[in-house]
């Protein structure tokens, strides 16, 4: 299969900066939560022990379709729909063309051959070809990525730095489920937050919950230990 029918079927491809450069500028939305607010009454963790970790797919081997290595996986890239669009990969060395992005849809990625590895539809040479080629990603406006919001600072109502975005919980299809925060001070943490009530600050800069830590620690701890193994062990 030749470049031109890579795109055609929808895999598009993207010679990018490496991991660490400035995430994609969002919208400008207000970090402000309401001092009336409280924690969704409708919220417990099941739907987010049936899902998957976004860590757990970022650096995951991934592998062609004659089981050749073709990367690693750098990021997630994220619509403004909140559900996952395509993988960020970086080119394996074994490639022969020095470090080099380039992003395939979610759709085609597969659990590989062991744990915690993504298989793809294509061989080497085409994706040595995307790796190549210089044509923008896809993501639209309002998309982002996941890797620059790890990390990053969390407010609560009436609190501000509570804690910082230790991992976003995807469901199966690939739609976020939740952010988990990592407390600063309180040792009973985690938490995992509804993703639907979250406000993403402009650049990904912060996380603002519409909860107190009261509240977020009346959900109790969030046990990564009753996720299933492997990020795509249930697709």
Known sequence: MNPARLFAAGITAAVLLLPGTAPR??????????????????????????????????DAVVFG???E?????KDLLVGPDGRLRALSIEASGMLDIGPALFTVPWRDATPG???????????????????????????GPGGWRVLPLLGRP????????????DDVIFDTPGAIVAAVVMPRTD???PY??????????PAQSALALPATPAQLRALGPFDYDRMPDGALARR
Do not use: K
Not at 69 to 73: A, F, I, S
Not at 117 to 134: F, N
């Open 65 to 67: 379709a004659n089981g």
């Open 187 to 189: 040792p009973n943490g």
């Open 154 to 165: 969390v407010h609560l109502t009436g609190t501000r730095n509570y804690g910082t975005v």
């Open 69 to 73: 290595e073709l990367g690693e996986v």
């Open 25 to 58: 500028a969002l919208p400008a939305q207000p970090i402000h939560v309401a001092a009336d607010t409280a924690a969704p009454d409708d919220w417990d963790y099941r739907a987010a022990y049936s899902g998957w970790r976004a860590s757990g797919l970022i």
């Open 192 to 201: 995992a937050f509804p993703w639907r009530d979250v406000t993403l600050a």
């Open 113 to 139: 051959p062991e744990p915690d590895t993504v298989s793809l539809p294509i061989t080497a040479e085409e994706a040595t070809a995307l790796a190549r080629a210089d044509t923008p990603d896809s993501i």
